[in-house]
T-cell receptor, first 113, second 115 residues
Framework: DAGVTQSPTHLIKTRGQQVTLRCSPK?????VSWYQQALGQGPQFIFQ???????QRGNFPDRFSGHQFPNYSSELNVNALLLGDSALYLC????????????FGPGTRLTVL | AQSVTQPDIHITVSEGASLELRCNYS??????LFWYVQSPGQGLQLLLK??????LVQGIKGFEAEFKRSQSSFNLRKPSVHWSDAAEYFC?????????????FGTGTKLQVIP
């Protein structure tokens, strides 16, 4: 079992650009959540996908969007990048029928210059 | 709204000493509670979880945590710390029911272990 995988590992973009991050959930999981972790902070919930639909959303602007595919993998898209979007982006997978126990990937480190 | 407070930003302990990391939560009912550990540059690993029942829960790597409803706390403990325990620790609270699960994390406590 490969666990949760994310790509790419690192990414450097400039302000105003767009970025797409990818996540493959743990085998058997059907729910994917995305978090933003700024330096020195705890993870902040961005949104959660189940059955290819966004089910919950945190306090993030519409520049942050996502997608879930039939194989449960997911993408996070961020448009019009700002310097403040620089962070570690974590993907977590879980079972909807579970109790919130999430398994995390290693994250994608995004740097916006 | 649910929230988590970890009052200690940074803690230093000697190897072999005992450890307690504090966590207080705010939630309308009994929540699901978690402790995660994050090594530098890594994702989060689940140490232990509390859903219901026995208020003292055992986790991996010799960690345990105690749920105290009256104090809205879920403190993490370890009797004897090893140098490899140096990392950042996050307490988190989740919804009581299944369904769409929004998990809220605290700001973390960074643990330094000195020889």
């Amino acid at each position: 079992d490969a666990g949760v995988t994310q790509s790419p590992t690192h990414l450097i973009k400039t302000r105003g650009q767009q970025v797409t991050l990818r996540c493959s959930p743990k085998s058997g999981h059907d729910t994917v959540s995305w978090y933003q972790q700024a330096l020195g902070q705890g993870p902040q919930f961005i949104f959660q996908y189940y059955e290819e639909e966004e089910r919950q959303r945190g306090n993030f602007p519409d520049r942050f969007s996502g997608h879930q595919f039939p194989n449960y993998s997911s993408e996070l898209n961020v448009n019009a990048l700002l310097l403040g979007d620089s962070a570690l982006y974590l993907c977590a997978s879980s079972l909807l029928s579970g109790r919130g126990e999430q398994f995390f990937g290693p994250g994608t480190r995004l740097t916006v210059l | 709204a649910q929230s988590v407070t970890q009052p200690d930003i940074h803690i230093t302990v000697s190897e072999g000493a005992s450890l307690e990391l504090r966590c207080n939560y705010s939630y309308g009912a009994t929540p699901y509670l978690f402790w995660y550990v994050q090594s530098p540059g890594q994702g989060l690993q689940l140490l232990l979880k509390y859903f219901s029942g026995d208020t003292l829960v055992q986790g991996i790597k010799g960690f345990e945590a105690e749920f105290k409803r009256s104090q809205s706390s879920f403190n993490l403990r370890k009797p004897s710390v090893h140098w490899s325990d140096a990392a950042e620790y996050f307490c988190a609270v989740g919804p009581i029911s299944g369904g769409y699960q929004k998990v809220t994390f605290g700001t973390g406590t960074k643990l330094q272990v000195i020889p």
